[in-house]
């Protein structure tokens, strides 16, 4: 079964780091397209962080500059380097990608928690 998981989060203090990880079927990573989104408490999910299969990348202007997304093909996995974390950078993040025929697929989430 394709799935999508995610880890990596946690507790940071202003400032701080995190790197996110999103793990992919085999099947479907090295074709694919993988974008982050996170949501917020109350609020709903926004766009994060785009990486192509080609590696081209594309990021939301809130994160430009701090943010990192990257891809180990060999690995299967999706990276989210995240520094400078502002307490506005709290939520859970989520990874994604679009099956053949278009459906999303979604992982479970990771928590990311800045604390001022």
């Known amino acids: 079964q394709v799935q999508l998981v995610e880890s990596g989060g946690g507790l940071v203090q202003v400032g701080g780091s995190l790197r996110l990880s999103c793990a992919a079927s085999?099947?479907?990573?090295?074709?694919?397209?993988f974008r982050w989104y996170r949501q917020a408490p109350g609020k709903g999910r926004e766009f994060v962080a785009l990486?192509?299969?080609?590696?081209?990348?594309t990021y939301a202007d809130s994160v430009k500059g701090r943010f990192t997304i990257s891809r180990d093909n060999g690995k299967n996995t999706v990276y989210l380097q995240m520094n400078s974390l502002k307490p506005e950078d709290t939520g859970v993040y989520y990874c994604?990608?679009?099956?053949?025929?278009?459906?999303?697929?979604w992982g479970q989430g990771t928590q990311v928690t800045v604390s001022s």
């Open positions: 994604h990608t679009f099956l053949k025929g278009g459906s999303d697929l």
């Open positions: 085999g099947s479907i990573f090295s074709i694919n397209a």
């Open positions: 990486i192509n299969s080609d590696g081209s990348t």
